[in-house]
């Protein structure tokens, strides 16, 4: 018996990363798992590390900031499993800069993905929850939501968006048993999502240089991340909602200051 026997989950940005160890840590615990991303050849990829078989995963090529792609995940999660009862939103952007050099087009795609995106899937898959009797909306959001940090001031503003409305959710929609949290990451040991940012080249001098301010000793990993995803998509959790659960190792608690770098 797994966790999530008999649920549909959808995530986003799922091609590889977080989202992609969360999918595949909900389908070994008995999801049917519903991916999406723009990346169509890479979603291909992802669906074989899920499912070897094609079992219980469907993958969708999307982008999550458009109306008609958020309708379409929705649509496919219906027509191939028949409800939906968590929805994880994964999908995110980081630019880097100070926020008096941060050209405004990069304000517009950041509250578009970060917060805007997110919001649209909620309330796109508000109706399925009801039917369902329940169900759980999981945000992955970040410790830059409520912590200033230098030179990531548009990433941290979009962040903080994302929790609000996470928060304020959860209170609309408790009545209908459905719950809506939060999960912040510290430094993730993700190379997708890094490396425009950083460049490939260059991560594991990054990483290395933010371990020490992890109290725990290390940075997060994305396994640490699906961890709290299962629990908190799980029956585990059946009574937390608007919760903001720091899984960092300590990180919020440290200095803020960025590296030299």
């Known amino acids: 018996m797994g966790q999530l026997d008999d649920k549909t989950a959808i995530i986003t940005g799922a ?45 969708v090529e ?7 792609d958020i ?21 995110g952007v980081l630019r880097f800069g100070r926020l008096e050099d941060i050209e405004p087009v990069a304000w517009t795609t950041l509250m578009q993905t970060n917060a805007f995106a997110p919001w ?52 609309e929609v408790a009545e209908d048993n459905i719950r809506v949290n939060c999960i912040l990451p510290g430094l993730v040991e993700d190379t997708e999502f890094l490396y425009n940012e950083i460049g490939r080249e260059h991560l594991p001098e990054f990483f290395e240089s933010l371990r020490p301010l992890h109290p725990l000793g290390r940075n997060t990993k994305p396994k640490d991340i699906a961890d709290a995803a299962l629990f908190l998509a799980s029956d585990q959790s059946e009574f937390i909602s608007g919760v903001l659960l720091n899984v960092d190792g300590a990180r919020h608690l440290a200095t803020n200051r960025p590296p030299a770098a």
């Open 120 to 171: 649209r899937f909620m309330v796109a898959v508000l109706p399925e929850l009801r039917k369902a009797g329940g169900g759980s909306i999981i945000n992955i959001s970040s410790i830059n939501g409520i912590k200033a940090f230098p030179g990531a001031g548009l990433y941290c503003a979009s962040k903080a968006a994302q929790q609000m409305l996470s928060q304020v959710m959860a209170m």
């Open 15 to 59: 091609f590889g990363g977080i989202g992609l160890e969360i999918a595949k840590r909900f389908h070994r615990e008995g999801a049917k798992v519903v991916i999406c991303d723009r990346k169509a050849e890479k979603l291909t990829q992802a669906s074989a590390q899920i499912s070897e078989s094609g079992e219980r995963i469907q993958a």
């Open 71 to 91: 309708q379409k995940v929705v649509a496919r999660a219906l027509e191939y499993f028949g409800g939906i009862n968590v929805l994880v939103n994964n999908a």
């Open 62 to 68: 999307a982008d999550v900031t458009l109306e008609e």
